[in-house]
């Protein structure tokens, strides 16, 4: 009886180790068809007010937007926006925004350094998100860096998209920063759970798609966000 027993669980183990392969491999092709269906109203007829970028590395992407502008002064939600920045000791322009699992973005510097069971983690259970800030003084618009101008209004539509995404405060509270030791971003805790479908880029995609900006309906890779963003002509340049 024994035997049989442990027969049927390894047959049920491969079972289920098969299903894993298949969804594995179906999750690329799934993420390309889902990143190609269109959704957002996109900025057509509507006045070009505020430029943000979006910022891609080819693996990651996020939302570069002004520190300070008539709609949002970031520097009341991010303490970090209001510090010198490590390399130069030049205060931000800018910052780049991104939403991302907590483990990678502060000890995973290159790809190499991802463990196999932190993906298993990730894949299975999820993972503890962050909010990461990059500080940048006026990037210049590349490949990279791709700006498009939206109205005030949906400007308004972002940063009410990416405040969703941060734990609320009590008055007088101020968020707590976190830091990794292989770049001068800050990190700061941010809500929601990590998974193969709310992936960084799709939080990139769902924030770009609240603002109207025609994007993917589901985009948990970079190039799903990125094929929506034309990369900028040789002229191009950015506007406070």
Known sequence: M???ALRRLARAGGRAIL???????AYPVAGWVGSTIPRGSGEKGQPGQVTIMVETNGT???VV?????AVKDWRGTFPSATMPRRQDGRFPTHLGIGWGEREVFLTVSKWNDLKADTVLRIALDGGEPLMRVSPYVRPRPSASYRPVKISAANYRRLVARIEASLPPLTPGEQRQILRADYNADAYYPALGTYTLIQ????????????ASIEMGLWTPFAGGVTKWIPVPGASADVAI
Do not use: F
């Not at 299903?19 to 491999?25: D, F, G, I």
């Not at 937007?65 to 502008?69: A, C, G, H, K, T």
């Not at 992936?199 to 609240?210: E, I, K, Q, Y």
């Open 19 to 25: 299903a894993v392969l298949l969804v594995l491999a």
């Open 199 to 210: 992936t960084c880029n799709s939080w990139v995609g769902d924030t770009l798609a609240a």
């Open 2 to 4: 024994a035997q049989g």
């Open 65 to 69: 937007v002004p520190v300070v502008n």
């Open 60 to 62: 990651h992407t996020g």
